[in-house]
């Protein structure tokens, strides 16, 4: 198994996402991020699960969807980190 790790970047997406959807629910927000975690918590098993991210092609840079997320993330040799939490409508590379 390999350890999943965060960035400040992702946590903040997650923060972001998790405001923007309470907004309407606080408890549909509550499922969602839970959703997109239990997804990446995947990760530790099958850290290739992901496909590779279309725009970049690069083998150790991937990306799980959850609904309208994308859930970028890059393998390293000890572990996977969590780059970006991105919504599927907004140009990835623009960040």
């Known amino acids: 198994m ?7 970047f992702a946590i903040d997406d997650l923060k972001s996402i998790h405001a923007f959807i309470s907004k309407d ?19 530790e098993k099958f850290p290739k699960s992901g496909r590779i991210v279309p ?13 309208n997320y994308r859930i970028v993330y890059k393998i390293n040799q000890d572990y996977v ?9 907004r140009q990835l590379l623009a960040d």
């Open 2 to 8: 390999v350890k999943v790790i965060w960035t400040e």
């Open 25 to 43: 629910s606080k408890s549909y927000a509550d499922k969602f991020i839970g959703k997109i975690i239990s997804k990446v918590d995947q990760l």
């Open 55 to 67: 725009e970049l092609e690069i083998e150790t840079i991937r990306e799980l969807i959850e609904g």
């Open 81 to 89: 980190g969590i780059v970006r939490v991105h919504h599927s409508s």
